[in-house]
């Protein structure tokens, strides 16, 4: 095995390891901006990894980037010296010289790998800052859900390589050079207008506050300000299991209780779960598909992803026919905030507007869909993704970790079930699906509803399942991230598959990584399988496990829409989709 030292002290090295991976697994701190292991990506382009390298029978030291260099036998390493100190601060020197300086109005203000490699390099000052550079770098603010700031890159590239190699998207290029280099869109287009799908995993990768959501707190907040307003809230599947981290609880703490009580600390009127949106998402979509099988239509394609649905929209047009039509549980619950509940409740419509806390910001992009606004009134007015959702608490002061639970309190459209809980992971829409179609098939429920076979973590899945009756056998697939998409979407079109229903998640992971969820530092979603285990405890725990077996849910189509897929659920909870 290969030896070495790292500041004196002795380290053995795996082969092929790099002086910065054998450093991190010795507990030696290395700085790095580009670099992102767990996406593999280390181009070397920030300069800060630097260390001090002396070869075995060498007498002269030299200094290389940690991140590309690899470990050597005999290699004596320095991470500490003053001469390497004074590069690394003068390289983050050099990346501020063009990097706007307003921390204090970015949206990743003391969440930043900028900032932080700033402190630890001990800068002080920036002798070589040009505002005219700094003005010159564009903004792009085209797109309803993310925003990219090219005054705050530092041209690492981890949101080239995660759209072209995670997400197979491709959307995002480098552009011009030298000191002009930056981040656009292929063909120059915008952001809005090019390929990409606002699947948000760049923004997950990104160390900066260039790419971000666009922040909508204080229109949230104005709402909730308004005493003419009734303001409604709903929260994901996904963002109880999501939350507590920013608050110092264990990754996949369920803070469903805590966040009701914030909610309402906030001012909001009523509170909702969209989880009971995914239950009638249940009763909508399986019902749909139930009637598409026996038609031998096929496959159909989920629907609630945001981001899957651009990506059909601008890449894939001609599958737009196997999508399903029913609207995804986020839109669900807010055409129903603004008719159904306002009925029940004799409150006036008007007055009624819907914020969605979601993990998501493709979101932000699926409320403003034409289809989805009806008169100029939109089904839901604001989407805040989670990170909003923790600025906004920030803002109020108010600290998740010490607010006593509550429980939801409405009484039309805040239970649910087991299925609908573990929507937010890949796989999830998929079972809960089956433990209704199964029971409306065969009239009784399925004996085991944990669906083991369903429930891996690959990037595609495929399963068949015994449905029974007069449908027999149905097979299905579960892809998670868009790259394993392409591969399920492309056989679809080569008319090589039998497949019957496929469930899509653009964000690997599905929704408990969505794009916007917390970010980590350097780690590239680190907590998806804690959250989905939260996710799946919910529904071990719950008395109910079928969505159609969701009290509230029935009491909807027996006062309101009449059965699943009626002409009045029609006209509000499907929609369509165009190019
Ligand atoms: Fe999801 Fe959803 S499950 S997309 O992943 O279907 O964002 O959590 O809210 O709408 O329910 C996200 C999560 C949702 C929707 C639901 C679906
Ligand atoms: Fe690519 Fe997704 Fe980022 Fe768009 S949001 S540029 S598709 S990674």
Redesign the pocket.
Known sequence: PLTATINGKAVTGRPGETILECARRNGVYIPTLCELHDIDHAPGTCRVCLVEIKMPHADKTHLVASCTTPLQDGLAVNTRTPQLREMQRLQVELLLADHDQDCATCIRHGKCDLQDVAQFVGLRQNRFFDPARVAARPIDESSPALIRNMKRCIRCQRCIAICRDGQGVDALIQINSGLDTAVGLRHGLTQKNSACVTCGQCVLVCPTGALGERDETDRALEMMYDPELITVVQF????RVGFGEEFGLPPGTNVEGQIITALKQLGASIVLD??W??DL?IMEEGTELLHRLKERKRPTF?S???AWINFVERHYPDIMPSLSSTK??????GALAKTYLPEKMGIDPARVRVI?I???IA?KDEIVRRQLVHDGVPEVDVVLSTREFARLLQRERIDLKTLPPSTFDNPYMSEYSGA?AI??TTG??MEAAIRTMYYVVNGRELEHVEIEQLRGFEGVRTATVELGGDIGAVKIAMCHGLKPTRQIVEQVRSGNSDLDFVEI?A?PG???D?G?TLRSKKAYLPHALKRRETLFGIDKNRAVRQSHRNEQVQALYRDYLGAPNSEKAHHLLHTYYTD
């Not at 994901?236 to 963002?239: D, G």
């Not at 995804?328 to 619950?333: A, L």
């Open positions: 994901a599947p996904a963002v969209t989880n949106g995914a998402v989920s609630c992803c945001p995804s549980p986020q839109q669900c619950v969605s979601m993990p998501c979101k609908g929507f937010g999830g829409v998640m964000c599905g929704c408990v969505g916007g």
